[in-house]
């Protein structure tokens, strides 16, 4: 409180009265006094003579006003002052964050890029592993036309049969699907390697019974030809060159140019020994050991040394005799050419049928001759009837097996045959 004013309480209505020394415009520029009555405190502001009296709400609300005033010009101030600054790091920062995403969206970019092309490169393996199996699996087909070819079914016994066309990719029934199809065919059924593996194996499968089938009919083959070789031996028949499965073949040498895959080593090696079956099964065809009538064997009278049924005394009987009836069909042995169909004496009406390889055969008593002299003959074809003509007691078939011109017992032929038969060689 200056010293020049004077404050009374209680006195509302006095004046103010200035000092009477001189005042500069500095010393009186502004007094505030406090002045108290009944209603509470009140502020007096006094300038050039002038007073104003305020109470301590409204000289707070105007302090609080002057002192807000003051921080927004100080604020002010500074912004203006630092603006530049601020504006250059917000823009920096933005900068980065912009920079940040565009580094982020780049790598999210490139990790779709090689996502996209491993995808594409195991779908372009995927095809390229598909289409070697589709190439397999038509492989497998034509190996499967070829061992139809060759005979198809596997022998009885074995357990094993022909293989059904291979047709692992078409288990829906239709194996003409795009590349594309069967990708997105395969892909969600397990993973296309696993997917690949079971077709692979299918095809595994298939390739292994192929080469069961040939590996049994090699064996069958092999055994029916030593089974043939062994009966021939036994009949003294000698195949001489033609034991040679090779036969007469020649021709310059031109190398192969590829490597033989094991199913062709396997069916070359079945061929060799379908071959020698063959040439056995041949020579057997020529070679008399099935039998001239039907039904069982009925001999009346055997080959070799016995009582002549018209002159009581011993003799030699060059073949056996058959029971039959009149009229029963009398069939060829062997495959031949008749050189006889006529009356032979004591033959009576007589067919000779010559084997080749030095055998014949030939069939006495006829009541009817059904061939003729040069005629080609068949196993089983009928070349006459049976009868009682010549030098007979009764119906029955004369029937003798010729070797070189020389009759042997035909129970040895039979015999053979009887054997061979059951094993179904004939």
């Known amino acids: 409180m200056s010293s020049n004013s004077s404050y009374q309480p209680g006195d509302h209505h006095r004046q103010y ?3 009477r020394q001189p005042q500069t415009a500095t010393s009186v520029s502004r007094h505030v006094y406090r002045h108290h009555d009944a209603r509470g405190r009140d502020y007096t502001l006094v300038h ?4 104003v009296r305020i109470g301590p709400v409204a000289f707070w609300i105007v302090v609080g006003t002057f002192v ?3 921080v927004w010009s100080l604020g002010t101030g500074t912004y203006f002052a630092f603006k530049d600054d601020v504006l250059t790091r917000l823009i920096g920062r933005q900068a980065e964050m912009q920079f940040a995403y565009e580094d982020r969206v780049t790598e999210l970019r490139g990790q779709i890029d090689r996502i996209t092309s491993r995808q594409l490169l195991d779908q372009e393996q995927f095809e ?3 289409e070697a199996v589709s190439r397999r699996q038509q492989e497998l087909e034509r190996r499967t036309a070829q061992i139809s070819g060759e005979g198809g079914a596997a022998p009885r016994g074995k357990g094993k049969s022909a293989p059904s066309k291979p047709t692992p990719l078409s288990e829906n029934g239709d194996s003409s699907r795009e590349p594309k199809s069967w990708f997105a065919w395969i892909a969600p059924q397990g993973g296309l390697e696993g997917r690949l ?3 692979t194996g299918a095809l595994d499968s298939v390739e292994q019974q192929q080469g069961n089938v040939l590996n ?3 064996e069958d083959a092999e055994a029916k030809a030593k089974r043939i070789q062994t009966v021939l031996a036994e009949l003294g028949v000698d195949l001489g060159k033609s034991h040679d499965v090779t036969g007469s073949i020649g021709g310059p040498f031109v190398p192969a140019k590829t490597v033989a895959s094991t199913f062709d080593k396997q069916l070359s090696l079945m061929r060799v ?8 099964s041949t020579a057997l065809a020529a070679v008399p050991v099935r039998k001239p009538v039907e039904g069982d064997i009925d001999m009346s009278s055997p080959f070799g040394q016995r009582m002549d049924p018209f002159l009581r005394g ?6 056996i005799d058959l029971r039959g009836d009149t009229g029963d069909p009398v069939r060829v042995t062997a495959h031949g050419t008749v050189t006889i169909a006529s009356w032979q004496g004591g033959y009576g009406n007589m067919v000779e049928v010559d084997h080749h390889n030095g055998f014949s055969t030939r069939y006495g008593h006829l009541s009817k001759i059904e061939v003729k002299v040069g005629q080609k003959v068949k196993i089983g074809d009928v070349i006459g009837l049976i009868g009682s003509t010549g030098r007979s007691t009764g119906p029955h078939l004369h029937y003798e097996t010729r070797v070189n011109d020389s009759a042997v017992d035909p129970a040895k032929f039979f015999k053979a045959g009887t054997k061979l038969g059951t094993m179904g060689d004939l």
């Open 314 to 319: 011993p003799a030699i009987h060059s073949g």
């Open 197 to 199: 593996k079971k077709i």
């Open 17 to 19: 009265a200035p000092s």
């Open 128 to 130: 390229q592993k598909l």
């Open 273 to 280: 020994a379908r071959a020698q079956h063959d040439r056995f």
């Open 68 to 70: 807000v005033m003051g």
């Open 216 to 218: 049994a009919l090699k």
């Open 48 to 51: 050039a003579g002038r007073q």
